[in-house]
């Protein structure tokens, strides 16, 4: 079984930024897609970005410009770098993993096994 552990939300201004890490444990096999999804309240789930283990990266369009998403495969970490913070990036941001490959084009909550249990990020304007 796989834990994956989110930190480093918090509250900030407009403008500002923020490192949100996930740390993984508990797998005897390899993750082979990681991913980083957020919910605001009274909405949806959505993605936000997946990387390979490769490094290959798939971005929301919406958000590609601003949040970067990273790993350390040695360290079993994940990592999301949101820059630019708008009031409507207030969201619970959660940490995802799957043993199988990133789905080509597409992040979505179904191509994923293993959940985190989010970090909260907060802008103020």
């Known amino acids: 079984q796989v834990q994956l552990v989110e930190s480093g939300g918090g509250s900030v201004q407009a403008g500002g930024s923020l490192k949100l890490s996930c740390a993984a444990s508990?797998?005897?096999?390899?993750?082979?897609?990681g991913a980083w999804f957020r919910q605001a309240p009274g909405k949806e789930r959505e993605g936000v970005a997946d990387?390979?283990?490769?490094?290959?990266?798939i971005y929301v369009d919406s958000l590609k410009g601003r949040f970067t998403i990273s790993q350390d495969n040695a360290k079993n970490m994940l990592y999301l770098h949101l820059n630019s913070l708008k009031p409507e990036d207030t969201a619970m941001y959660y940490c995802?993993?799957?043993?199988?490959?990133?789905?080509?084009?597409?992040?979505?909550?179904?191509?994923?096994?293993?959940w985190g249990q989010g970090t909260q990020v907060t802008v103020s304007s």
């Open positions: 508990g797998y005897g096999y390899d993750i082979n897609c």
């Open positions: 995802a993993a799957a043993p199988w490959p990133c789905s080509p084009g597409t992040v979505v909550a179904p191509d994923f096994r293993y």
């Open positions: 990387i390979d283990r490769a490094g290959r990266t």
